[in-house]
């Protein structure tokens, strides 16, 4: 059976209860002039307002919501520098659940600390993403406690599918949604929910150029590795996993389109946000905006871009929206 077929709108539901008293029903609003360049309603999604800044405390949460009594006194493990990580030390501090993250020394120390900020227990080892995942296995091993993984994990899915169920409620109308791409899960649970309920709408999945794991996988037609480069959207980095169980399959079987933006239409999604919708967000969250006006999408209904997150270094971030032309691979620090 494939594996978009194992999720309900009774699962989408019940993650919406779970998660409802420690994740904000996020904001819709329209965009006049997005509108007027897209020839037919645009709405974004606001959910950069989300706490620690991106959806995905939506799937953390709803995750640690469903750990039984014994997980929950063992504690979770999981493995990331960015929004993940936040969301997971989030959750687990909310939900009174012990939190460790483990990072690569390499890892830059402002990343650490917002990290830390959240209440996690920080475990730096080894020198890549590689190594500090091996240490969290061990944790797994031999103190029992629970990896929570970013993306494929079916009550991630669930999770950050109740993005999709605000978005039908909000916008009745809604024809398209565009959604950052990267492991899948966010895509995953949104097209699963909205097209439970309203098969008609298409969900449009959009990466960027620059190491788009999901999408070359899906042209390969089974899981792929690809290099990994900087990028303005450093949120879609990484790979899908060569073991996928669920994304790789629901992208493929739900989703309509996908599309790739460019460094420079990522950084002009950037600036639109922040000049026209006064909205901070970033690389990630702004392929929805870039791919919109740079016309690679079309729709003759409702359009919803997601903004899925705004945790950008506000140095970048200034130097982007002052219109410096930012190149990330001549700088080699992203
Ligand atoms: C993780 C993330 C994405 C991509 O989500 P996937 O579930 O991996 O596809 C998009 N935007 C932001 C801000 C993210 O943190």
Redesign the pocket.
Known sequence: MSASCRFQVADFVAARSAISTAVRHTPVVPSANLGAHAGVPVHLKL??LQDT????LR?ATNAVAKLDHEARRRGIVGVST???GR?LAFAAKQAGVSCTICMSRLVPENKVAAIRDLGAEILITGNSQDEAQIEADRLVAEKGLVLLP??DNRD??CG?GTLGLEILEDVPDVGTVL???????????VAAAIKATKPSVKVI?ISMERGPA?IASLKAGCPVQVTEEPSL?D??G?G?GLDNRF?FQM?RDLVDEVVLVSEAEIAAGIRHAYWQEKQI?????A?GIAALISWKVRSDASIVA?L????IDMKLHHRITSGEDVDLTAEGDA
Do not use: D, R, W, Y
């Open positions: 959910e950069h800044g991106s959806f995905k799937g960015g929004n993940h969301a970013p993306f991630v899915i950050q959604v950052p791409l990267s492991g899948g899960g966010l895509i995953s649970g999945g999901m959207a949120s879609l990484g899908i994304t992208t967000i970033e690389g990630a969250a392929v997601v899925s997150g705004g945790n």
